[in-house]
């Protein structure tokens, strides 16, 4: 059976992270972001905000916050998705109700939402042959990204998004084995380190190919070291400070 156009976008994602100084087209953009808010939403809330950055002194600023991540200043548009309940918060005000904003539920809401419009987001730019990559750095100094947004209370940056015509055509990045991924009826604890191995040698192959042999290692022995310290920790303490305790 011959796939659909829109498989077929999904199945050859790739990160992109080196572009073209060409702008984006104004009406492109627009199509892009109205198409977008047609994710599914949780209780129809949309809790989700979306900061558009052309400017690039604000993209300058933003690179340095994040990381350093070179193509935040690069790309000719950033994006910055944020978790938002400040709508919420004014629908509460204006229904003399108060906001219970206090459990990790709606951090979570406002994740997912947020997640969800980022990847329609992605979608549709690629539809016009735009290329990007999402970044989790904007979470790296969220205090500082909330105060040059001017993100007001009851939201918090949950990703940034690099877009533009694509500058480089890089290798797709192996996925797990589907056995790590995919359970029938129930979780199969047991098919995980089989599958984990077969994934460290896609991997080391990957990256050995893909770098002339400069990076070898495979997925498990780089994630152990990624995953064994805290990150972000002054994120918590920030998303708090929004108005969402998080007991
Ligand atoms: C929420 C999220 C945050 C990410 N943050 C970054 C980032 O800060 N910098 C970066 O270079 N890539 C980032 N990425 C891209 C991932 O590294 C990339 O999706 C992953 O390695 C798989 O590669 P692929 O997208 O090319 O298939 C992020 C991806 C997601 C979904």
Redesign the pocket.
């Known amino acids: 059976m011959e796939k659909p156009e829109a498989v077929k976008l999904i199945e050859s ?3 992109i ?1 080196k572009f073209l100084s060409r702008p984006v087209e104004p009406e492109m953009l627009e199509t892009i972001l109205h198409a977008a808010r047609w994710a599914p939403t949780s209780h129809n809330m949309q809790s989700y905000s979306i900061i558009i950055i052309k400017n690039q002194e604000t993209k300058n600023e933003l690179h340095r916050l ?2 350093n ?1 070179r ?1 935040i200043k690069e790309c000719p548009l950033f994006l910055v998705v944020c978790a938002d309940f400040y709508k919420m918060h004014k629908a509460a005000e204006m229904h003399g109700q108060k906001l219970a904003v206090e459990e990790l539920e709606n951090i979570l809401v406002g994740s997912v939402d947020a ?1 969800l419009v ?1 990847q329609n987001l992605l979608l549709a730019a690629r539809a016009y042959e735009l290329g990007g ?6 979470r790296n100094q969220a205090e500082e990204v909330g105060e040059l947004l001017k993100l007001p209370p009851y939201t918090f940056p ?3 998004m690099c877009l533009g015509y694509p500058d480089q055509d ?1 290798w ?2 192996p ?1 797990m084995p589907v056995e790590a991924v995919f359970h029938d009826e129930h979780y199969r604890e047991e098919n995980i380190p089989a599958a984990l191995e077969q994934y460290d040698k896609t991997m080391t192959d990957y990256y050995t190919r893909r770098t002339g042999g400069k990076r070898t290692s495979g997925w498990s022995k780089e994630i152990a070291a990624y995953i064994s310290e805290p990150r972000r920790k002054s994120l918590t303490e920030y998303i708090r400070k929004q108005g969402f305790d998080g007991k």
């Open positions: 994602h790739r990160s992270r994040c990381g991540q193509y997640a980022a990559v999402m970044i989790g750095g904007i949950v990703m940034g890089p797709q990045k996925r």
